[in-house]
């Protein structure tokens, strides 16, 4: 099965800052990862798909980047209300591979 | 409005079965895939299970090959998860999810969630 690794597991960040968080993959997958945000006692929301694309309604301060094993989730300018979970997933096998998370927390 | 409702959940006994379903509304769900993800207390989001649109594709996590079926009534509009032989370590919260048609096949509706918790 593809492992997926995201680092860092946590950060601290202040409004307006950049965040990047990175998602590495076991072996190629192409572009087949996707993005999510999960809010605490919540249901995870999509965010980026296909690696770079941006789902209809996320504002324009995510992006993501990356191809093979190697992938980013970039808020541009953290908001308040982009203190949440963010969980990288790959779809290129017949598994669909969550990474472990990473907490983003107000600094 | 697409709506994802889950139900079904509850307290189980070690080795206990239960089905879970998830009734959906608000978009043509006979051609949609879908999926099942679980999440326990406190931790991380798992990947449980896909089945395609018409049933005749299905994966399965290894955590659950053997023990969970994943199955679909598209007259009833209705995805299903049975669970059998569960295990402490099944205790989760479990949320239904549909793939978007595009690349990545993402997860781009999910429902509130059922709580099972399995304990003695």
């Known amino acids: 099965d593809i492992q997926m690794t995201q680092s860092p597991s946590s950060l601290s960040a202040s409004v307006g800052d950049r965040v990047t968080i990175t998602c590495r993959a076991s072996q190629s997958i192409s572009r087949y990862l996707n993005w999510y945000q999960q809010k605490p006692g919540k249901a995870p929301e999509l965010l980026i798909f296909a690696a770079s694309s941006l789902q209809s309604g996320v504002p324009s301060r995510f992006s993501g980047s990356g191809s093979g094993t190697d992938f980013t989730l970039t808020i541009s300018s953290l908001q308040p209300e982009d203190f949440a979970t963010y969980y990288c997933q790959q779809s290129y096998g017949t598994s669909r591979t969550f990474g472990q998370g990473t907490k983003v927390e107000i600094k | 409005e697409v709506q994802l409702v889950e139900s079904g959940g509850g307290l189980v006994q070690p080795g206990g079965s239960l089905r879970l379903s998830c009734a959906a509304s608000?978009?043509?769900?006979?051609?949609?895939?879908m999926n099942w993800v679980r999440q326990a207390p406190g931790m991380g989001l798992e990947w449980v299970s896909y089945i395609s649109s018409s049933g005749g594709t299905i994966y399965y996590a290894d955590s659950v090959e053997g023990r969970f079926t994943i199955s679909r009534d598209n007259a009833k509009n209705s995805l299903y998860l049975q669970m059998n032989s569960l295990r402490v370590e099944d205790t989760a919260v479990y949320y239904c999810?549909?793939?978007?048609?595009?690349?990545?096949?993402?997860?781009?509706?999910w429902g509130q969630g059922t709580l099972v918790t399995v304990s003695s």
């Open positions: 999810a549909r793939v978007l048609a595009a690349a990545g096949s993402p997860l781009d509706y």
């Open positions: 608000g978009f043509t769900f006979s051609i949609y895939e």
